[in-house]
């Protein structure tokens, strides 16, 4: 069965860390690309981070430069969204997506088609 599983949110006070994780089964990860969304209430679900397997690359949306990195560890199969800094506007559920038919970096959420469940990520201050 293919799968992935969030875990890793919680409450976090602004300027603290947190780091996500995404365990996959039933599939390798990283022969495509890999991921990171989240939406928040009220909002539409947006793309934060992805991996493109076939050069390495990396891309964040504007709002998360500098604070967030994309990782993903093959021996694990896990892929990792490390978040610092935390301000309240990333606040949201998190989730990580990916789809064995892309080959391009998409924030688009529909080319994406295997999903997790999602994990909040919440504001505390």
Known sequence: ?????????????????????????????GYYVEAWFRQAPGKEREGVSLIVTSDGSAYYTDSVKGRFTISR????????LQMNSLIPEDTAVYYCAT???LRYGSF?????????QGTQVTDSS
Do not use: M
């Open 73 to 80: 560890d093959d021996a694990k199969n896990t892929l990792y």
């Open 1 to 29: 069965q293919v799968q992935l599983v969030e875990s890793g949110g919680g409450l976090v006070q602004a300027g603290g860390s947190l780091r996500l994780s995404c365990s996959a089964s039933g599939f390798t990860l």
């Open 99 to 101: 789809d064995h038919s």
């Open 108 to 116: 688009d959420p529909y080319d994406y088609n295997i999903w997790g």
